[in-house]
């Protein structure tokens, strides 16, 4: 069983393989770096999870031997005022069926929320917010903000088990 990721993301690969290994055992695995045809930095939940969409959708085009192709994808939103990391995950299977699920958000400080309106990224904003490098890699903004309780990768697992429990489910209704 092949599985594609369309990243190469540390920490969203880490997810995808943790758990699609609980399912899928012998599953392989192909990072493919695709983009996701929105902003480099999402700044609402429809246009994240449009490009988590984007990337499944991209991996099943190039591929006909996968079983389903995996895209997740980071982004912001603004609720009352106050800025909200968001995130989202698609599963797209070789029949074109889409998935989707949606993951933790907690409130971003306001001095970053003023460089992210102002046109940046999250991840070199957290890079230089918490003075390490490649920060999206490991444990993300989540982890700075949930003192650790929650890293990057977590966060898209439990995506994953969405993603991978409505894949299974559906195969029952079939």
């Keep these: 069983m092949k599985i594609l990721i369309g990243t190469h993301n540390r920490a ?23 983009p996701s045809l929105v902003s480099d930095q999402p700044m609402s939940q429809k246009e994240t999870r449009q490009g988590a969409i984007n990337r499944a959708k991209q991996l099943m085009v190039e591929s006909d031997e996968a079983v389903f192709g995996i895209g997740l994808e980071g982004g912001v939103q603004v609720i009352d005022g106050q800025m909200y990391m968001c995130n989202w995950g698609a599963l797209v299977t070789q029949k074109g069926d889409v998935f989707t699920a949606t993951g933790a958000g907690v409130p971003l400080p306001d001095e970053i929320a003023e460089q992210l309106f102002a046109g940046a990224e999250l991840g070199p904003v957290m890079d230089v917010y918490s003075n390490k490098n490649g920060i999206r890699h490991e444990e993300g903004a989540i982890g700075v903000f949930s003192n650790g309780f929650v890293n990057r990768s977590a966060m898209f697992e439990h995506i994953m088990l969405l993603l ?9 209704l079939k």
């Design 164 to 172: 991978i429990g409505q894949f299974v489910f559906s195969n029952k």
């Design 12 to 34: 969203k690969t880490k997810a995808v393989q943790t758990i699609s290994r609980m399912y899928y055992p012998d599953a392989i695995f192909e990072n493919k770096e695709v």
